[in-house]
């Protein structure tokens, strides 16, 4: 069993940055793909962004795309989501996934295998 714990969340202005880091333990990290998902007060979890098992493919959803960007340190065991020209409606909790099979990214929740315990970011306008 994987576990999943996210830093990086914090209070940030609108148009500022903040980098997100998911370390993974308990067993081999580098077979795995990888996601990033949100949930927002009232509304339901969305996918962000993800990443294959060896960084050779990522996906993002339409509203983060040329904002945020996936990455991943296989020898660090550690998946990164660099969020910058954060606005206001990227407010929420963010947690790190762990895809069920090593060729589907995780863009779903179904798709998730494990999930961390979340990490909040708030964009004050």
């Known amino acids: 069993q994987v576990q999943l714990v996210e830093s990086g969340g914090g209070l940030v202005q609108a148009g500022g940055s903040l980098r997100l880091s998911c370390a993974a333990s308990g067993r081999t990290f580098s077979n795995d793909p990888m996601g990033w998902f949100r949930q927002a007060p009232g509304k339901e979890r969305e996918f962000v962004a993800a990443i294959s098992w060896n960084g050779g493919s990522t996906y993002y959803a339409d509203s983060v795309t040329g904002r945020f960007t996936i990455s991943r340190d296989n020898a660090k065991n550690t998946v990164y989501l660099q969020m910058n020209s954060l606005k206001y409606e990227d407010t929420a909790v963010y947690y790190c996934?762990?895809?069920?099979?090593?060729?589907?990214?995780?863009?779903?929740?179904?798709?998730?295998?494990?999930w961390g315990q979340g990490t909040q970011v708030t964009v004050s306008s």
């Open positions: 996934a762990k895809g069920k099979y090593r060729i589907v990214l995780p863009t779903t929740s179904q798709d998730v295998g494990s």
